[in-house]
């Protein structure tokens, strides 16, 4: 279901720009994969994994000059979520690892971005993930071919939701923001790309309450599977 705040006019948005780690790429799915093995912990171990995920990177942004790329954050963020469960073996953190340079994408992506294709709309990515992060899921998940850009929060050196990030779009692709949809399932990320001028639309899949951030969302799905419809590419 789409709530709208902003309608567009026919042809405005030239460019489509989703966010990875949620938003395309399935971020529990490498804990789900050995479920049988971690019993009820893999989901605990995923949610913990996740949020150390996004708390690293931010306080690594706030300390300055403590930055490293989103590989090492995850790792980092997984020994925390590992030990918080007692889980401490090698073996197994090494393939959960595997299995997330390697994630699959949501079901609905890869028609979802053939639309947008087919429609004649650039396609990219704007993520905290390291550039080979991002390359390998999207070989992993066969989207490779329907992204046009994969822009990595590594040429700035400082993670979402810093300024800077967002501007790596309109300079990379050449258009204004106000010609960009911008998709993330991140509440917090949403308001920022907001903020930064994009149409933005909240992939909100878990039916997570409003943010209390100023620029809220101009719509807000709960897939990506509506985005083609929504954006006039039919």
């Known amino acids: 279901m789409a709530i709208a705040e902003t309608m567009l ?8 720009i989703f966010d990875a780690y949620g938003t395309l790429f399935d971020v529990n799915a490498a804990a789900r994969a050995l479920a049988d093995e971690l019993g009820a912990d893999w989901q605990p171990l995923a949610e913990t994994w996740r949020a150390k995920q996004l708390n690293y990177s931010w ?84 989207i490779a071919d329907l992204i046009d850009h994969c822009i990595s929060v590594e040429d700035v050196g400082i993670y979402k939701p810093d300024p800077r990030i967002y501007r790596l779009v309109t300079d990379r692709l050449h258009l204004p923001a106000a010609a960009i949809a911008f998709h993330s399932s991140n509440g917090w990320d949403i308001h920022a790309g907001k903020r930064a001028g994009f149409y933005a639309i909240w992939i909100n899949r878990s039916g997570q309450p409003a943010e209390r951030l100023p620029n809220p969302p101009d719509v807000v799905l709960n897939s990506l599977s509506d985005v083609p419809s929504i954006l006039g590419a039919v």
């Not at 006019?9 to 489509?16: M, N, R, V």
Request: aromatic letters at 6%; hydrophobic letters at 40%.
């Open 9 to 16: 006019p026919p042809g405005a948005i030239k460019a489509c």
């Open 59 to 142: 306080l690594r942004s706030l300390m300055g000059g403590a930055h490293v790329d989103f590989w090492q954050v995850t790792a980092d963020a997984l020994d925390f979520a590992l030990d918080e469960r007692k889980l401490n073996r090698p073996d197994l953190r090494q393939r959960l690892l595997d299995l997330y340079y390697n994630l699959t994408c949501f079901p609905e992506v890869p028609d979802m971005l053939r639309r947008l294709k087919q429609a004649g709309l650039i396609t990219g990515i704007l993520s905290n993930g390291a550039p080979a992060m991002l390359q390998a899921a999207c070989q992993s998940s066969g």
